[in-house]
């Protein structure tokens, strides 16, 4: 029997969270496993818990609810393995997904098949109206073959072996509360002490993009978290990184996208946003370089 606690972190998404809770409700059960839900609210009151009780007491599952008041997700990742007390396994989803019913019965198909560490499964998005391919182009996760290792990975739909995140201290580093990217690398240090993380394309957690993420404007946003996260995560795997060193690369980056920007703009249609992007990805890493740091869920 394998004991699976399904980890959700949420703030300030009431409606978000109750989609996913119903969504849960319809997962498959994999063969011989327990399955409990842990809901860790990251605020100063408790704002989603009678949400919680009222899908608890409807639900196949046990619930738990947690107020986590110190803020950050890196604060509330970390409440929600120190919940999972007897648990061999931890299955991190966010708030702001759904998940398809075979979700989690594909995660323990894969791990057990392998005897693996963990799973890690794709995100492709929902969206609420008819969107330019761009957006849909740079929101499609990247797919790679069943039971492939991954070095890298994401809290958004992820299987976790406890005995590993037992190992490390956190396990979600501070350093990373504000910033993002504490899972990817949380996975990085796990993949150092041994562990390894296979991939299955057929666990699906879908990610809700509203509106207002269905833009140009956002998704710039998000390049230039992401390119800043990036190099912060890879600042602290590496003891001899150097930023002088990814200079040369940046500017390259940022001279490309010059080249290419405005005949996308002009003529581009699938690739409308590839020289916006390559731009704001350096700038990203321009302001690691020169000491911003992005706060993003600060």
């Known amino acids: 029997m394998n004991n699976i606690s399904i980890c959700i972190c949420t703030i300030n998404r ?3 969270l109750k989609k996913l809770l119903d969504s849960l409700e319809s997962l498959q059960i994999p063969h011989n496993t327990d399955i409990r839900i842990i809901v860790v609210e990251n605020d100063l009151k408790s704002y989603s818990e009678n949400i919680v009780k009222e899908f608890y007491s409807k639900s196949k599952f046990n619930v738990n609810y947690y107020l986590e008041t110190r803020k950050g997700l890196a604060f509330a990742r970390n409440r929600s393995v ?28 894969c791990q ?33 073959d069943y039971g492939t290792i991954v070095k890298t990975a994401h809290t958004n739909c992820l299987l976790l072996r406890k005995e590993f995140l037992d190992k490390v201290d ?31 394309p057929y666990a699906i957690a879908y990610e809700i993009i509203p509106d207002n993420r269905a833009t140009i404007r956002y998704a710039l946003k998000r390049t230039y978290r992401i390119s800043n996260v990036g190099l912060i995560v890879n600042s602290l795997q590496n003891k001899r990184f150097s930023k002088l060193k990814v200079l040369p690369r940046l500017i390259l980056r940022f001279c490309y996208g010059l080249l290419i920007v405005f005949p996308y703009l002009i003529f ?23 000491g911003k740091y992005n706060q993003f869920y600060k």
């Open 170 to 200: 956190g396990p979600f580093d501070l350093r990373l509360n504000f910033t993002g990217g504490e899972d990817s690398y949380l996975i990085s240090i796990i993949t150092n002490i041994g562990g390894v993380i296979r991939y299955n």
């Open 268 to 290: 581009g249609r699938t690739d409308k946003l590839k020289g916006l992007i390559k731009i704001i990805d350096a700038i990203g890493g321009f302001a690691f370089v020169f």
């Open 112 to 144: 057990r098949e392998f005897n693996s560490d963990g799973v890690w499964g794709p995100n492709p998005p929902i969206f609420n109206k008819n969107v330019p391919s761009y957006i849909k182009q740079f929101y499609n996760p990247d797919i790679y």
């Open 14 to 16: 009431q409606e978000g």
């Open 82 to 109: 120190k919940e999972a007390k007897g648990s061999d396994f931890c299955c991190f989803i966010d708030d702001d997904q759904v998940v398809d019913s075979e979700w989690l019965t594909e995660l323990v198909r």
